[in-house]
């Protein structure tokens, strides 16, 4: 649906967040399909009966593997935010979108199931003001400025639970310019307390997740 100064927000349906996610990010529910992302599951594991990617029930639940495929195919990068580090090192300008790595309870009707799940959720800036576009909300959550945006990330990674991933464009991810100092970034900030999620707990264990810059440069951002 358009909202808010024709804001994009594409609410929740099964388990399709991941989905969800990307088509609020790119601001369109053409983005992305669910089609497309099952054809990506398959690509990643073409040879096994049961996909490591996806719900076995086909509902959705993609991991972050598919994501930064589908990333990928749009000319964009997907970078795994050392949470160790302040966000206060981000270069926000240089930065399209941030999703959220988040736990979630499983619902049907109004039971609650003791299901291990995970939830994605898109950051982005719209119309000079950062918005939560979290599928699960009613209307978009606006967060403000970059200070509120900086204040809302330390609160979140503070959770050991949450996972921040960055999105931006491949000539942004070879040159490090989502950083302020890469230097800084590497060896002196001051680490935070918040302990760092392995990244198992948020992929299937039989496979190898690598943040790495991944694709050429296809995407203009506003």
Known sequence: MKMNNDIYH???????CALHALNNLFQS????????LDVICHSLSPDNW????????????????????ALQSRGCDTIWFDKRKDPSCLNFKNICGYILNVPSEYKISFITLPLRRRHWITIRQLNGLFYNLDSKLDVPQVIGREPDLLNYLKEELDCRDKELFLVVTNNIGKDQAWLKNQATYSNNLQEREAEILQLKDITSDEVNVTINPLCNNKTEWS
Not at 51 to 61: E, I, T
């Open 10 to 16: 594409e609410k929740q349906v099964r388990e399709l």
């Open 29 to 36: 529910k053409d983005a992305f399909t669910k089609v497309e």
């Open 50 to 69: 049961i996909n490591p990617h996806k719900s076995v029930l086909g509902l959705g639940n993609y991991d972050i593997n598919v994501i930064m495929k």
